[in-house]
């Protein structure tokens, strides 16, 4: 279980993530929602030990970040991945194998996943902004993780690709894992998680399932809905 508590984060007198609380279920779909600005990717770089928060704490079953055996049980994904763009796809994964204590995963088996195998010696550089983010993906679960960060992983897919990664992710959950992402792709939001998050101005405005907050309504329409209301306030 993913367990957040009074999680904050200042920058000199502002105020970017106050008094974040969540709890995620192991083996679920958790989609972190919020408008542009809301904090998210802050809160979740901090909940993967990217940042220091001000306040608060991250533990992963029950242990702290500061737990070797934590920090190996996360794969994540930028919003924006960087790449050595002079290596092709499999040099670049199995650079990135390399840095883990366990390299559980076969580099050809993860290719094949996310669909780049056929291009797996192709320069990264050579990349379109879709094959990017199959390889972003493709790193963030090399190690085999069991908890999965993906910050913005639908951005830049076509319609056929974000299919596919949702089936990935949806593989992924039979496997076992946890997977925490933020999108502003609500209609797939509510295709393929279980509980969502939705935090505003750094604060966390609600936290269940789907199908509680939807109340028979499309995800996107309550999600406007709440989110002008909360602006208006």
């Not at 101005?201 to 939807?214: E, H, T, W």
């Amino acid at each position: 279980m993913i367990k957040i508590e009074n999680l904050k984060k200042k920058y000199f007198e502002t105020t970017v993530v106050s008094d974040l609380n969540l709890e995620v279920k192991k083996g679920t779909i958790f989609g972190f929602l919020g408008p542009n600005g809301a904090g998210k990717t802050t809160a979740v770089k901090m909940v993967v030990g990217l940042c220091q928060p001000t306040e608060g704490k991250v533990s992963i079953d029950g242990k702290g970040l500061e737990s070797l055996s934590s920090r190996e049980k996360i794969g994540y994904m930028p919003e924006d991945p960087y790449f050595y763009e002079q290596l092709n796809a499999h040099e670049f994964l199995d650079y990135m194998r390399s840095l883990f204590r366990k390299n559980n995963r076969d580099i050809d088996e993860v290719l094949q996943l996310v669909g780049l195998k056929d291009v797996k010696n192709k320069n990264v550089g050579a990349f379109s902004k879709g094959m990017k983010q199959r390889l972003g993906l493709a790193q963030a679960i090399i190690n085999d993780p069991e908890y999965l960060f993906l910050d913005e992983p639908l951005d830049g897919l076509d319609p056929i690709g974000r299919l596919e990664f949702k089936k990935i992710f949806l593989k992924l959950k039979k496997e076992g894992k946890t997977i925490f992402f933020n999108s502003h792709v609500l209609s797939d939001v509510e295709e393929i998680c279980d509980d969502i998050g939705i935090i505003h101005k750094g604060k966390l405005i609600y936290s269940g399932s789907v199908k509680s907050f939807c109340k028979g309504q499309p995800l996107e329409k309550r999600f406007v809905e709440v989110i002008t209301k909360e602006i208006s306030n």
